[in-house]
Structures are given as structure tokens and as C-alpha cells.
């Protein structure tokens, strides 16, 4: 069974910084490509980030700059490295894959105080 958990969430002060951490298992996850959404409240998921399996990146425009995505394969775990957070970031943050059928963890909560 292929499980996605995020952890790395919590409360952070603007302007400081978070690691978000995504661990996979069931599946190989060198061959998959690995996105990160966030959810506000009242608002539709968007898509945060992503990196395939070459390790090519793509980013909101929002967060362009501020976050990075990284890998580890030996890990089966994805990051999102936040910095510079700011109130707007506040989010629940998911990371998502496919594996058949699209793959969604369970969520992590970031919440950025002014």
C-alpha cells in the first residue's frame, strides 16, 4: 500500500522559516515525481512545488525564491524548505504523487503568524 506522510508543520513567526518533510513507502520512489500543495482556508489546493525524478523543479510564482524543493531517494523523502514566511503562507500543506491513481498524504499545518 503506497502511504505519503508529511511532518515539519507549525507555527512560525514571519519572516522565519520551516522544513516540511514528505516520507513515502509502498512504491519506487526514485522513478516518481513529487509535488507539494497547500490548502488555505476557504480557498481551492494549489500546487506549491514539484520535482521529478531528474531532480527538475518547478515552482509557484508565489513562493518562487523562497522555497526550495529537494529530494532524497535513499530516504524515499521529499522536503519543501520554506523561508521568508509570510501570513499568506499559512496552509495545510500536502504532498502528492501517482502511483496508478494519484497518492495524497495526509497533510501537515503551517501556520504563520504577523
Known amino acids: 500500500q503506497v502511504q505519503l506522510v508529511e511532518s515539519g508543520g507549525g507555527l512560525v513567526q514571519a519572516g522565519g522559516s520551516l522544513r516540511l518533510s514528505c516520507a513515502a513507502s509502498?512504491?519506487?520512489?526514485?522513478?516518481?515525481?513529487m509535488t507539494w500543495y497547500r490548502q488555505a482556508p476557504g480557498k481551492q489546493r494549489e500546487l506549491v512545488a514539484t520535482i521529478t525524478p531528474a531532480g527538475s523543479t518547478i515552482y509557484a510564482d508565489s513562493v518562487e525564491g523562497r522555497f526550495t524543493v529537494s529530494r532524497d531517494n535513499a530516504k524515499n523523502t521529499v522536503y519543501l524548505q520554506m523561508r521568508s514566511l509570510k501570513p499568506e503562507d499559512t496552509a495545510v500543506y500536502y504532498c502528492?504523487?501517482?502511483?496508478?491513481?494519484?497518492?495524497w498524504g495526509q497533510g501537515t499545518q503551517v501556520t504563520v503568524s504577523s
Open positions: 502528492r504523487t501517482n502511483w496508478g491513481s494519484p497518492i
Open positions: 509502498g512504491m519506487i520512489f526514485s522513478i516518481n515525481t
